[in-house]
């Protein structure tokens, strides 16, 4: 009858909901916004966080050309911070989304207990900007006063959104920024490039990743994901090390690939 038929369609749209509840969020949900991307060259990104307001006097972004020894090797002792451009192939992404998962299990969980400072991305083409700011928030405590001016964007912004604060509730603050929007243009448009950034609705087939030591363990921060992404033990003196280990693992998921980049911020060469 009819009323049975109106609470089988009831119960059919309350099924379908709950369905698409359980996919995996967007980061483009919120916003459609796009932002043009990021060259992993060391130094566009020098002069780029520099305009931030990061100090690359004593420290700066490198390129680390393998993840064996020799090139690990010819980094000067002391990174403090790893990004790493991979991919977006097949492969990577069903990995990506399959961790999600997992990590979305645990999401009753203090996302902020381990004190390490993770935003999200909700904004397309920014993954070079999230980067970055992963990468220098996270960096010790000392550098970090002594690198990064309060009255600069990077020190007023990070004075505005402590680790304290969840993922999301960072996203908005940086979505509602127009000055980092402008600096985050004038890095991709940098005659520094050694590519032309191409159109805004291009299809972007790489992404940036950072890699931390928050507390004595490693970190893997990507703003498509959910939460910081614990890789084990580490110490200032293996720290690149164990990042070569994390960054070879997606290199390891894509055999065939080859478009990886991986940047160390690591002390000036008194060379």
């Given amino acids: 009858n009819l009323c049975q ?3 089988i369609i009831i119960i059919i749209i309350i099924i ?3 369905l698409e509840s359980m996919s995996e969020p967007s980061p483009s949900k919120s916003t459609e916004r796009k932002w043009f991307p990021l060259e992993s060259n060391p130094e566009n990104l020098n002069k780029y966080i520099s305009n931030l307001g990061f100090d690359t006097s004593f420290y700066r972004f490198t390129d680390v050309f393998s993840t064996e020894d020799w090139a690990l090797d010819m980094i000067p002792p002391g990174t403090v911070a ?3 451009l991979y991919p977006l192939s097949d492969v990577q992404e069903q990995f990506r989304i399959k961790e999600n998962k997992q990590l979305l299990e645990y999401q009753n969980r203090d996302d ?4 390490v400072w993770h935003i999200k991305q909700r904004i397309g083409n920014a993954c070079g900007t999230i980067g970055i700011l992963h990468a220098l928030a996270n960096i010790p405590e000392s550098l970090k006063v002594a690198a990064i001016s309060s009255d600069s964007w990077l020190g007023k912004f990070y004075a505005s959104c402590p680790s304290e ?3 999301i509730a960072k996203a ?3 979505e509602n920024d127009k000055e980092i929007e402008s600096k985050h243009d004038a890095a991709t448009s940098d005659e520094q490039n050694q590519t032309d950034r191409g159109g805004i ?3 972007l087939e790489t992404h940036f990743v950072a890699i931390v030591n928050v507390g004595g363990c490693l970190y893997e921060l990507d703003g498509r994901k959910e939460k910081p992404v614990p890789h084990g033990p580490t110490s200032p003196e293996t720290f690149l090390k164990d990042c070569a280990k994390v960054v070879q693992k997606f290199m390891d998921r894509d055999p065939e690939e080859v478009r990886f980049t991986i940047l160390a911020l690591a002390p000036c060469s008194s060379d």
């Fill in 172 to 174: 908005e603050i940086l």
């Fill in 112 to 115: 902020n207990a381990s004190g």
């Fill in 5 to 7: 038929a109106f609470w």
């Fill in 201 to 203: 609705d291009d299809e």
């Fill in 165 to 167: 604060y969840s993922s």
């Fill in 16 to 18: 379908t909901n709950n």
């Fill in 82 to 84: 790893v990004v790493f």
